[in-house]
């Protein structure tokens, strides 16, 4: 065993500065260093946590790690990220063919029963829009305070509570949504 000498948050500053931590830092939990749900829970089980796995984004069905897991594993990092609009619910529908739902952009996906791991994309709203149609399409707003609730709140916490490396992220970029929302 490896004594640490550096708080988490100084060993992932210090690797960002490139400088040399006494370790290299740990991060999982984010969409890009996320974890799917069906390893998670196989994770789960080999540590020995008991818990229900809570979904961090359901398309990729990536899990989000809990305090318990990310603990064991000596993990540097804490995430926080964006709400969920206020008026929006994910609402998966179940068929014959697989699982269904559609995003708060009016995206359709779907995954089938046998052998699925994750959502595609079935239907891009936006393949026929002219310039016309955008005007009429219902965007999500924004300013959705759901978006931003609690996080000042969990931010704050994980600074001034606890010596993790805080990773704040935000949902892609304007060139993947735009994709999504009109196809390749």
Do not use: C
Not at 62 to 70: G, R
Not at 91 to 96: H, K, Q, S, T
Not at 137 to 163: C, F, H, M, N, S
């Amino acid at each position: 065993m490896v004594l640490s000498t550096m708080t988490p948050r100084e060993r992932l500053i210090t690797a960002l500065e490139h400088r040399h931590p006494d370790r290299a830092p740990a991060d999982i939990g984010g969409i890009v260093t996320g974890i799917s749900k069906v390893a998670y829970e196989r994770l789960k089980d080999r540590l020995g946590v008991v818990e229900e796995t809570v979904l961090l984004d359901p398309k990729q069905q990536l899990a989000y790690p809990s305090d318990a897991v990310l603990k064991k594993l000596e993990i540097d990092t804490r995430y926080i990220f964006p709400g969920q609009r206020d008026g929006w619910k994910l609402r998966i529908v179940e068929d014959d063919t697989g699982y269904h739902y559609v995003d708060e952009w009016g995206i359709r996906l779907r995954m089938p029963k046998q052998g699925g791991l994750y959502f595609d994309m079935e239907d891009h709203p936006l393949a026929n829009a002219t310039i016309d149609d955008l005007d009429r399409y219902p965007w999500p707003d924004p300013k959705d305070p759901g978006l931003v609730r609690g996080i000042r709140k969990r931010a704050k916490y994980l600074r001034e509570q606890t010596d993790y490396a805080v990773v704040a992220w935000a949902s892609g970029s304007i060139f993947e949504r735009s994709w999504y929302l009109r196809g390749f």
